[in-house]
């Protein structure tokens, strides 16, 4: 059965580095998404990406957030100078058609922390 | 905005009992979905179930169901027969006219042997 899969799985990098997470959507999937869970908090929204451009974003999607689509098949999340707060679960979802009726449908996360 | 709230942090049930989870929330939307996800230690997000708010019958899954109540914007989670891994946080979350998720707090589920 496709899945969605994300690299790394885990992620320990310096406060102020950019780091770069990478998800592999489900190939017949047109709409993207990116959510965070910190420690003992629910899933949040970050952003969704279709037709190669965001069509969403959170207050949380700030300057330091980008993400891009850079070939057919990855879709990356890219954080430019990270901060503490930033230690979180990131998931990557993906969605298959414009109809709100299909399920999004969860990779199994990298966990990112922040020191 | 929308809201989902889970009130129970936490339940407990006896293995191949029935327990049910809550799951309000809060909309000015007539069309939209809600969803329940499994999310077990390894913090993957896994689908349990899935309810379209047009349609009035109930969704079922093998042991799960929902019971959703439309004009209490009331969403729960019925698990029968519970089994050990069935040990999870569950997450109730809404979509609406945006496609994003509005996820809850979650209910951290325990099934004892």
């Known amino acids: 059965e496709p899945e969605v899969t994300q690299t790394p799985s885990h992620q320990v990098t310096q406060m102020g580095q950019e780091v770069i997470l990478r998800c592999v959507p489900i190939s017949n999937h047109l709409y993207f998404y990116w959510y965070r869970q910190i420690l003992g908090q629910k899933v949040e929204f970050l952003v969704s990406f279709y037709n190669n451009e965001i069509s969403e974003k959170s207050e949380i999607f700030d300057d330091q957030f980008s993400v891009e689509r850079p070939d057919g098949s990855n879709f990356t999340l890219k954080i430019r100078s990270t901060k503490l707060e930033d230690s979180a679960m990131y998931f990557c979802a993906s969605r298959e058609t414009s109809g709100r009726t299909e399920t999004q449908y969860f990779g199994p996360g990298t966990r990112l922390l922040v020191l | 905005a929308q809201t989902v709230t889970q009130s129970q942090p936490e339940m407990s049930v006896q293995e191949a009992e029935t327990v049910t989870l809550s799951c309000t929330y809060d909309?000015?939307?007539?069309?939209?979905?809600l969803f329940w996800y499994k999310q077990p230690p390894s913090r993957q997000m896994i689908l349990v179930i899935r309810?379209?708010?047009?349609?009035?019958q109930n969704a079922t899954e093998n042991r799960f169901s929902v019971n959703f109540q439309k004009a209490a914007k009331s969403f729960s989670l019925k698990i029968s027969d519970s089994q050990l891994g069935d040990a999870a946080m569950y997450f109730c979350?809404?979509?609406?006219?945006?496609?994003?998720?509005?996820f809850g707090e979650g209910t951290q589920l325990t099934v004892n042997p």
């Open positions: 979350a809404y979509s609406g006219v945006a496609s994003r998720l509005t």
């Open positions: 309810q379209e708010a047009y349609k009035q």
């Open positions: 909309t000015s939307e007539s069309d939209y979905y």
